[in-house]
C-alpha cells in the first residue's frame, strides 16, 4: 500500500492513491509546499478538523501545525471557526485555485512593471569594466528545461545578423512550435536550415519556412543530438543528462564548439543533398565510408557533450 494521507487504516481509500497524488502534484504546481498540500487535502476529504486532529493524523511536528494552519488561512485557502473549539475547514477548491493563479498573475504584473525601471537604472549606471576584459572568456550557461532553452533560443533568433542552424528531433521541434521559436524564426528575415528527423510528419510546423532550408537526416546522423547555431559564434546543445524530467542544454559562445558543430551540420547538409542526387541516379553508396564518416560525427558530438558535462560538474 502506497503512504497515501488518504489511507485510512482500513484502506477503505486504497483505491483513490492514484488520483490523490495527482492532487498533491499539482497543489504543489500551484505554490503550496508538500505539508500545507497534504494538510488541504486531508482537511478537504474528512471534514473539518482540529490542530491537534491534523497532527496526530499526518504525523508533522508540532512546531510546524500552528504555522502552517495559520499560512493557509491567510492565504485565504483554509476557514476557521471558534466555537466550542479551534476548528480548521477548507475553502472550495475551485476557489482556492483561483485565488492561487490570480496571485501569480499578480506577482507577473509586478514583475512586468518593474521590468523597464529596472533596465533603465540599470543602463544609467556605466559598466567599470574593460571589454578586453569582458570578452576575455567564453561563457557557459546552464539551461534547465524547455522554459529556458527556448528563451535563450528565441534570443539568439532575434540577435543573429546571418544564419540560424537547427538540428533536432520531432520531439524537440514540436516543443519549439508550442513555445513560438519557430513564429521567431519565420519573422527574421535570417538565412535558415534546419536538420531532422521524419519532417514530412511536422509540416504543419514549418509554414512559413522555405522547404529548400529544410532537410531530413536519418535517425542514426541525428542520433538524438540537438542543437542550434547562431552566425556560428553562439551555440545552444543539448545534453544527455536530464533533471527532475526535464532537458538540459548549454549556451555557449565558445568560438571552438561553435566552429566544431556549424563543421558538422554543413556536413550533414551537403551529404543530404549527395544522398538525394544518389537516389536519382542510382549510384552505389560506399557504405563503409559511410559508417565510417558517421563515426566521425558520433566521435564529434560525444567530445563535445563530455567537455560540457565537465563544465556543469564544475558548476555544482
Not at 571589454?131 to 567564453?138: A, D, T
Request: aromatic share 10%; glycine share 4%.
Amino acid at each position: 500500500m502506497k503512504n497515501n494521507i488518504l489511507f485510512d487504516k482500513s484502506g477503505t481509500f486504497e483505491k483513490y492513491s492514484d488520483q490523490t497524488d495527482k492532487i498533491l502534484e499539482i497543489l504543489e504546481k500551484f505554490g503550496l509546499s508538500k505539508n500545507e498540500s497534504k494538510i488541504y487535502v486531508f482537511i478537504g476529504k474528512y471534514g473539518a478538523k482540529t490542530a491537534s486532529e491534523v497532527k496526530t493524523n499526518l504525523g508533522i511536528p508540532r512546531s510546524e501545525i500552528y504555522r502552517i494552519l495559520n499560512n493557509l488561512q491567510t492565504k485565504g485557502i483554509l476557514q476557521v471557526s471558534y466555537e466550542p473549539t479551534t476548528i480548521f475547514s477548507i475553502v472550495h477548491p475551485k476557489k482556492v485555485l483561483q485565488l492561487l493563479i490570480d496571485e501569480e498573475k499578480d506577482k507577473l504584473k509586478s514583475l512586468e512593471d518593474n521590468k523597464e525601471t529596472f533596465l533603465k537604472l540599470w543602463d544609467d549606471v556605466p559598466d567599470f569594466v574593460s571589454e578586453n576584459v569582458k570578452n576575455r572568456n567564453s561563457v557557459f550557461q546552464t539551461l534547465n528545461g524547455y522554459t529556458q532553452i527556448n528563451s535563450r533560443l528565441r534570443e539568439m533568433i532575434k540577435t543573429s545578423k546571418k544564419e540560424f542552424l537547427l538540428l533536432g528531433s520531432n520531439k524537440n521541434f514540436a516543443r519549439f512550435y508550442h513555445d513560438g521559436v519557430f513564429d521567431s524564426l519565420v519573422k527574421s528575415k535570417l538565412e535558415q536550415k534546419i536538420l531532422g528527423t521524419k519532417l514530412d510528419e511536422l509540416k504543419e510546423f514549418f509554414k512559413g519556412i522555405n522547404q529548400k532550408n529544410i532537410r531530413t537526416v536519418s535517425k542514426e546522423e541525428q542520433n538524438n543530438q540537438c542543437f542550434a547555431i547562431s552566425d556560428k559564434c553562439e551555440v545552444v546543445f543539448f545534453t544527455t543528462e536530464i533533471r527532475n524530467n526535464k532537458p538540459i542544454a548549454i549556451f555557449t559562445n565558445s568560438k571552438s564548439i561553435s566552429e566544431s558543430l556549424s563543421l558538422l551540420f554543413d556536413f550533414m547538409w551537403s551529404r543530404n543533398e549527395e544522398t538525394k542526387e544518389y537516389l536519382r541516379n542510382k549510384q552505389i553508396i560506399d557504405s563503409e565510408f559511410k559508417l565510417k564518416e558517421l563515426k566521425q560525427e558520433l566521435a564529434i558530438t560525444d567530445e563535445i557533450n563530455q567537455f560540457l558535462k565537465q563544465k556543469i560538474d564544475k558548476k555544482k
